[in-house]
C-alpha cells in the first residue's frame, strides 16, 4: 500500500543542483517546470526521485514543506482513512499539476519529521 516515491530539496540555484545529480550520480531530469524559478525530478535507475525545489521568499533552503519523504500510495483516500485510524493527523489536501493531477496530504512521524501521502494520475517518470 505504501512505497518511496521521492525525497524533496530546497535549492538556491535548482538547475545547477538537479544538474550535480545529473553530472556526478547519473540520474536522469524527468521533469522540469515552466514555472521560474524551476523546479526539478531527477530519478535514479530504479526510479526512486529526488524533487528539487526553489527555497522560501527569504531564500531559507530548510523548509518544512519543500523538505520531505514522500510516500506513494495506490488509494489516496483509504490511505489517508488508515492513517487518520491509527491517530496520524493530517493537514489540509493538496493538489498540484505535476505529473497530471496529483493529491497530496502533509503530515509529521512521531519525530517531528515532514512525509507526505501522495497519488499521481502518472508516476514520475512515465
Not at 37 to 49: C, E, H, L, N, Y
Not at 79 to 98: H, I, M, Q, S, W
Request: aromatic share 12%; with cysteine.
Amino acid at each position: 500500500m505504501y512505497s518511496m516515491e521521492h525525497v524533496a530539496l530546497a535549492a538556491k540555484d535548482t538547475r545547477t543542483l538537479a544538474n550535480w545529480y545529473e553530472r556526478v550520480l547519473g540520474f536522469k531530469i524527468v521533469y522540469e517546470s515552466e514555472k521560474e524559478p524551476k523546479a526539478f525530478f531527477v530519478q535514479d535507475s530504479r526510479g526512486m526521485a529526488i524533487e528539487i525545489v526553489p527555497p522560501l521568499e527569504d531564500g531559507n533552503t530548510v523548509d518544512a514543506n519543500a523538505n520531505h519523504l514522500a510516500i506513494w500510495v495506490d488509494d489516496f483516500d483509504r490511505a489517508c482513512a488508515d492513517l487518520r485510524a491509527k491517530g496520524v493527523v493530517l493537514e489540509p489536501e493538496l493538489t498540484n499539476p505535476f505529473f497530471g493531477k496529483t493529491r497530496i496530504v502533509f503530515f509529521n512521524d512521531c519525530e517531528g519529521h515532514r512525509l507526505q501521502i501522495i497519488w499521481r494520475m502518472r508516476r514520475i517518470g512515465e
